[in-house]
């Protein structure tokens, strides 16, 4: 059944109503997919839950579709991951947040650093930031999540990791040893990942001073886009 996401916030109190697509639904759904009056799929707008829709009018410019169900269902993982990323260039970063909304990540923090070759800048900024926002509702739209992660505007990887609160906080760097995981985990867990160079010692360091603590994955360095994925799917394994 397809699934889109629509920028429109809904509520079960319309069920039984009528709504018109956006212009990308209509067109991926009734012209790419070639779908026809009487056709399933789902909407979720974001803010939780989805709809099982049916497609009841369409016409050359635009398509209805009414309400059906609605099904509280989130698909999230037992805890809010948040992850500090380190921005990297080209499909590297698509690739990260891809596979990390996958996994169901609930934000993304991007992140410059001493070793970081991509800095945004003033109209580039939004141009970026607005893709990759794509990509999550993409990924979303493909995995079933329900809930968008946001992708946060860039800040410094010292200005982060300060301010972070999260109960658990996690740098993926070498280390002699790992931490010991409570059951459960807590609601609140961050991760901090580097870019293409990784993190120098010092922003190590600092991490550690800010009571991140270091952890290991296997015996194998990570490419930075790797990363977030074993690393999640390391938390839900010890979820």
Sequence with gaps: MSRFFIPTPLSPSQLGQEISLTDDIYHHWCKVLRAKVGDVGILFDGQ???YQVSLVHINKKTALVRLDEYNPINRTPPFVATIGLVMSRGDRMDYAIQKACEMGVANIQLLTSERCQEHLKYER??????????VAVSACEQCGL???PKIINPVNLDEWVAQCDDELKLVLALSDGNPQFAKPLPKHIALLIGGEGGLSPREIALAKQHGFLAWTIGERVLRTETAPVVALTALQMLS
Excluded: A, F, Y
């Design 48 to 50: 939780g839950g989805e």
């Design 125 to 134: 900024d939004l141009k970026k930031i607005t893709h990759w926002q794509g």
């Design 146 to 148: 329900n809930l968008v």
